[in-house]
């Protein structure tokens, strides 16, 4: 009774606006799911600190959003600790079986199997999510996972009502879903998507949460649910082993760091690309005045410095567990002014230009992102997957958990494209135990009057996309405005830039397309953000989700 008085007042107490002047016990969050941003308060509500609430969002999430990250992936937690200044990243990535090998997606002409790497148990990597959820809890938080874990297990146990986005994304993946019939009992209706508003329950995941809040890494990596995972994958053609789970641990590592016109920016390190190559193009745009631009010459560059910085991702970025990469280079500033060079204000480079030491080969959503902060400025910017939509597709058997397919991010061949028509080498191929390169791109954002938080899924678009939330960052607006900005991205390879239809105005196409860009318009499914604010002065915290998505963005006290 009294639980549930207490959850009534907090609900009352959260503002319904995105703005708030906080006082303490005050904090903002923004997560892709409602349920999973209610998971953060409830904790917080609980005497949990900011780390704990991004334990229960990013648990809440795998239960919610099965599509986009869970148990069976992983991701990056970004933390920061306002009273001494401490930033660390969690990396939580999955790790390529120990069995895994290079050729492993290639047929006997070394051609790529198409969706070997995409589809079913041989695509999936050992899970990072259930050890970094330990380890935070265990190193940062201040609640056992029970009350961390808590409203996740029974969001799993007593289901929650499916939406039309949701129904959307599991409809695109039903027929792979459908081939795996343990995927099939929990997802399917007799092999159809479900009903919408339909309740999904989920009682094989609670299960194994609970294994998990009672045991700790034991409750994933050893004992029942290992059994079970290893077993369910060996059966279906996969090559996990006990002792890949037994060996799986994260890694505190330096987060990236750099500044832009003043503002400071922490962002992901390898085994993610997302902080380099953010700041890598960012100190490319550092040349430039980009707020006197016209808009078109604004966009030319801002893809151009794209096109180097992916080209670099793509040469030399992979696990740095396993690679030497050169990072002071890459983010040197003068490093920067010597790509600047070969840029013409009036002329696209083909990126078949750039070094030609990757040729790409002919061609063979889903991701989540958090944001958490106090009103100390304690903060959270969590980006997590299973990557594609659903993942593998393929639950193993008793555990209600969906297999990643983050195999794919690995290169199969040199120069052919993944699922996100990335392109890479060496430095980015499959070895035993190795991450493979991630875009994932969770960023702090800090100048004299704001600190914020933001983050977003998208693939390969994920940096670029930061790029852009960043740059509306500069200019002064606010977290409503970054979520929302018309996004566009170069790659490098495919040789194109991609808009949403808002983002070029006619005249800027035709400018485009004048001085040699290809232009490809995608549809307005561009990403997911999620972002949070602190101004100092005042203390007001701010909050936005994507319109494109389903989130929700709460500033409250609790
Ligand atoms: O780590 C990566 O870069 C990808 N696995 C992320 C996938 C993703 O964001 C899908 N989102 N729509």
Redesign the pocket.
């Known amino acids: 009774m009294f639980k549930k008085l207490s959850v009534i007042l907090l609900l009352i107490a959260i503002s319904s606006g995105s703005r708030l002047y906080a006082d303490s016990h005050s904090a903002a969050i923004a997560s892709a799911h409602p349920l999973a941003t209610a998971a953060g308060f409830e904790v917080l509500a609980k005497g949990g600190n900011v780390y704990d609430a991004a334990v229960a969002v990013s648990a809440a999430l795998a239960v919610l959003e099965p599509n ?1 990250s869970g148990l069976g992936g992983g991701g990056y937690w970004l933390l920061h600790r306002q009273k001494d200044g401490f930033e660390t990243m969690i990396d939580g ?1 999955e790790k390529a079986p120990l069995a895994a090998h290079k050729d492993m997606f290639l047929d006997k002409d070394r051609h790529v199997i198409a969706k070997l790497s995409i589809d079913g148990a041989l695509a999936a990597a050992i899970p990072g999510l259930p050890a970094a959820l330990v380890h935070i809890a265990e190193h940062y938080g201040q609640l056992p996972l029970a009350e961390t874990l808590a409203p996740a297990i029974r969001y799993a146990k007593t289901g929650f009502a499916i939406s039309e986005r949701y129904l959307k994304l599991l409809t695109a993946r039903a027929e792979v879903l459908n081939t795996y019939p343990d995927s099939a009992a929990i997802f399917l209706t007799k092999g159809q998507p479900p009903e919408l508003y339909s309740i999904l329950r989920q009682a094989d995941l609670a299960q194994t949460l609970e294994r998990l809040a009672e045991s700790g890494r034991d409750g994933f990596y050893s004992g029942v649910t290992a059994d079970k995972l290893v077993s369910s994958v060996q059966q279906a053609g996969g090559i996990w082993t006990k002792e890949d789970l037994a060996a799986y641990q994260v890694i505190e590592r330096e987060p990236i760091k750099g500044v832009f016109h003043g503002i400071k920016i922490t962002s992901s390190s390898p085994s ?3 902080g380099i190559v953010l700041i890598e193009a960012l100190n490319i745009l550092s040349g430039y005045d980009l707020e006197d631009s016209d808009e078109l010459t604004r966009k030319h560059l801002i893809t151009e410095a794209l096109r180097r910085a992916y080209h670099d991702r793509s040469l030399y970025l992979g696990d740095a567990d396993f690679i030497n990469i050169p990072v002071n280079r890459l983010l040197n500033e003068d490093y920067a002014a010597g790509l600047r060079s070969s840029l013409r204000i009036d002329k696209a480079m083909p990126s078949e230009l750039l070094s030609g030491e990757i040729k790409p080969q002919p061609e063979g ?3 989540t992102h958090f944001s958490i902060i106090d009103e100390q400025g304690n903060r959270v910017a969590a ?1 997590l ?5 659903f993942g593998s597709a393929f639950v193993a058997k008793g555990t209600g958990v969906l297999l ?1 397919d ?1 195999m ?2 690995f290169v199969s061949l040199p120069g052919a494209m993944n699922g ?1 028509g990335l392109i890479g080498g060496s430095a980015n191929a499959i070895q035993p135990g190795k991450r ?5 791109t969770p960023t702090f954002l800090e100048d004299e009057n704001r600190v914020a938080v933001l983050g ?7 940096i670029s996309m930061v790029l852009l939330g960043l740059l509306d960052f500069a200019k002064g607006n606010g977290p409503e405005s970054w979520v929302q900005v018309p996004r566009f991205h170069h790659q490098f390879m495919p040789d194109v830039i991609e808009y949403e239809q808002s983002a070029l105005s006619d005249a800027e196409i035709n400018g485009l397309a004048a001085i040699g860009h290809q232009l490809k318009p995608v549809p307005n499914i561009y ?2 953000m999620q972002a949070v604010q602190l101004t100092k002065a005042t203390k007001v915290l701010s909050a936005a989700s994507d319109k494109r998505g389903e989130g929700r963005a709460i500033v409250g006290h609790y």
Request: glycine content about 16%; cysteine-free; charged content about 20%.
């Open positions: 986009g990535r993610s690309s997302g959503a889903n991701t980006t997957s299973v990557n594609m939509s990643n983050e794919d991010d996100y493979m390169l991630s875009s994932m977003t899924p998208g693939g390969s678009r994920i990403g997911d």
